[in-house]
Nanobody, 120 residues
Framework: QVQLEESGGGLVQAGGSLTLSCVAS????????IGWFRQAPGKERDFVAA???????WNADSVKGRFAISRDNARNTVTLQMNNLRSEDTATYFC??????????????WGKGTLVTVSS
């Protein structure tokens, strides 16, 4: 059984930064892509960024140049560095694991989510 545990959410002012982390545990986690989705109140859960365990990365256009995803294979940890945050980035952020390209329908496992609130 795979488990994903997120941490690092919180309240930040617009223009500020936050770092989210996700620790993956279980068998075969290295066989899949891992990344982040977000869901604002009343909206769909949208893709943010993902990374293969080979280091290949991809992300949504809305976060390009502001968010960076990285991973530590030895610790089974994926980090999302979020810079220049905007009010529209306010959402619950979910860690996700599944086959590339990790569209929403590809996700096999979800974390419970961590709330990011950006005040303007």
């Amino acid at each position: 059984q795979v488990q994903l545990e997120e941490s690092g959410g919180g309240l930040v002012q617009a223009g500020g930064s936050l770092t989210l982390s996700c620790v993956a545990s279980g068998r075969f986690v290295h066989a899949y892509a891992i990344g982040w989705f977000r869901q604002a109140p009343g909206k769909e859960r949208d893709f943010v960024a993902a990374i293969n365990w080979t280091g290949e990365k991809w992300n949504a256009d809305s976060v390009k140049g502001r968010f960076a995803i990285s991973r530590d294979n030895a610790r089974n940890t994926v980090t999302l560095q979020m810079n220049n945050l905007r009010s529209e980035d306010t959402a619950t952020y979910f860690c996700a694991l599944g086959p590339k390209p990790l569209r929403r329908i590809d996700v096999n496992y979800w974390g419970k989510g961590t709330l990011v609130t950006v005040s303007s």
